[in-house]
């Protein structure tokens, strides 16, 4: 994926609308009216969170006789998750140096007889 599809990827997962879009996207096509229904907005101002999600690839428009129901592109979201998969060494690595923090200072809490960091008031 190119960066500029990445970073419209990016933002168009950056807004909560847009996220509750294709979170019912998930669940099967839907209209646009279908869509709007549960916000408090516009039709047209559904339709350009829509356009959004559309350049970023994360869905597409049908045509079924007078219907045009979107559906839920999911590649781009793959790819989104490939590349964030990219840190989690370095949140792994912070976890792990914590968690060796956390069981050194317990350590030295048993050796002078302290209570365990949780019990205490």
């Not at 592109?73 to 793959?78: F, G, I, N, S, V």
């Not at 990219?86 to 002078?112: F, I, K, P, T």
Request: with cysteine; charged share 30%.
């Amino acid at each position: 994926m190119s960066p500029d599809l990445l970073d419209a990827t990016f933002t168009a997962l950056a807004d909560p609308t847009r996220r509750a879009i294709l979170a019912r996207l998930a669940s099967g096509e839907a209209t646009v009216t279908e869509l709007a229904a549960p916000f408090d907005m516009s039709q047209p101002a559904i339709s350009k969170h829509l356009k959004v999600l559309e350049r970023a690839g994360l869905i597409s428009r049908g045509r079924d006789a007078q219907r045009r129901p979107c559906r839920l592109e999911a590649r781009p979201l793959k790819t989104a998750t490939d590349w964030l998969e990219n840190y989690r060494a370095y949140w792994e690595d912070g976890y792990r140096r914590l968690d060796e923090l956390l069981a050194e200072l317990g350590a030295e809490d048993e050796r002078r007889g302290d209570p365990p960091s949780g019990a205490r008031s």
